[in-house]
Each structure stands twice: as structure tokens, then as C-alpha cells.
Nanobody, 119 residues
Framework: QVQLVESGGDSVQPGGSLRLSCAAS????????MGWYRQAPGKERELVAD???????LYAEFVKGRFTISRDNAKSTVDLQMNSLKREDTAVYYCNASRNVFSRRVTYWGQGTQVTVSS
């Protein structure tokens, strides 16, 4: 059974920092691209950052220079360090694991963790 379990969500003041972590089980972690997505109330889910199986990273423009994604294949975890948080970063943050298996895209999601940025 595949599980992606996020942790680290919290309430923080603008300008603060949080570190989200996602622990994966039930998959061969090193073969998967891992991503963080977020969904704010009334908005669609959007990509925040992605890290491929070989460690290449991709960031949404709105988090470049503030967020850093990293992975630890030995621990099957992917982290998102979030600095200089803004009110508009408030959302539920979801961990995603994906890979291509033959011609099929295999994707798994975590249950989400709430990040609230407010004074």
C-alpha cells in the first residue's frame, strides 16, 4: 500500500519559515519524481516545486528564491523549506509522487498539510 504522509504544516507570521516533510512508503522512492503542490480555498491545485529522480528541480515562479525542495532517497523523504512566507502562501500543501510506467503515468498523493500565513 502506497502512503505519502506530509508533516510540518503550521500557522506562521508573514516573513517566517516552515519546513514541510513527506515520508513515502510502498514505492521504490528513488524511481519517482517528487513534488509539492498547494491548493488555496476556491483555487485549483498548483505546482509549487518538483524534484526528479536524478535530483533536478523545478520551481513555480511565485516561490523562486524563497522555497527549496530536497529529497533523501535513503530515508524516502522529500522536504520543502519555505522561507519569507507571504499571506498568499496560505494553502493546503500536498506531496506527490509520479513516474512513467511504460506508457502510463502513475501518480500518488498525500493527504495534505495546512500552512497558514497570518499576522
Amino acid at each position: 500500500q502506497v502512503q505519502l504522509v506530509e508533516s510540518g504544516g503550521d500557522s506562521v507570521q508573514p516573513g517566517g519559515s516552515l519546513r514541510l516533510s513527506c515520508a513515502a512508503s510502498g514505492i521504490t522512492f528513488r524511481l519517482y519524481a517528487m513534488g509539492w503542490y498547494r491548493q488555496a480555498p476556491g483555487k485549483e491545485r498548483e505546482l509549487v516545486a518538483d524534484i526528479t529522480d536524478d535530483g533536478s528541480t523545478l520551481y513555480a515562479e511565485f516561490v523562486k528564491g524563497r522555497f527549496t525542495i530536497s529529497r533523501d532517497n535513503a530515508k524516502s523523504t522529500v522536504d520543502l523549506q519555505m522561507n519569507s512566507l507571504k499571506r498568499e502562501d496560505t494553502a493546503v500543501y500536498y506531496c506527490n509522487a509520479s513516474r512513467n510506467v511504460f506508457s502510463r503515468r502513475v501518480t500518488y498523493w498525500g493527504q495534505g498539510t495546512q500552512v497558514t500565513v497570518s499576522s
